[in-house]
């Protein structure tokens, strides 16, 4: 499919998907993703799977945004979106510290997976309805989002 005239290529809204989808995981995942300290204490305090889904979210975000400047990159931006937490998920829980066996990819399939699915085809389900309810108002001759018709002019 041909871009829009003046439209931003594709590379470079599914490259802003995955900037800024590894962004957001940079900043709110913690770096270390360890269950315990070097002397095999527990770490308490901190909630990890929140901070996962805020970044899973953000990701699904992202693709909301890259889908509404450009319909054509859905799939590219729903795989982006998708593997970036993956990889960074993958990595940073592989070398963790943890209190027996690592379950790490066990998380990965059971949880960060199936959320970063979600949240993108979310994202992008999201914007295409946007799309097609405003395409639906434009078609009914409505202007705002009100869901009142335009008003009728008098004289």
């Avoid at 690592?102 to 959320?115: E, H, R």
């Amino acid at each position: 499919m041909p871009a829009p005239r003046g439209a931003l290529p594709r590379w470079v809204v599914v490259g802003g998907v995955v900037v800024s989808s590894a962004c957001a995981w940079l900043a709110v995942v913690p770096w270390d993703l360890s269950t315990v300290d070097e002397a095999g204490r527990s770490i308490e305090g901190d909630n990890r799977l929140a901070a996962i889904i805020v970044a899973l979210l953000l990701g699904g975000l992202s693709v909301f945004l890259a889908v509404n400047l450009r319909r054509d990159v859905v799939l590219p931006a729903i795989a982006a979106a998708v593997v970036v937490p993956v990889v960074l998920f993958a990595w940073r829980a592989s070398v963790a510290r943890t209190d027996g066996a690592s379950q790490w990819l066990a998380s990965l399939v059971a949880f960060v997976l199936p959320l970063a699915l979600i949240t993108s085809f979310g994202g992008a389900y999201l914007a295409l309805r946007s799309e097609i309810a405003a395409r639906r108002r434009r078609l009914r001759g409505e202007d705002d989002d009100s869901g009142l018709p335009p008003p009728q002019a008098h004289g």
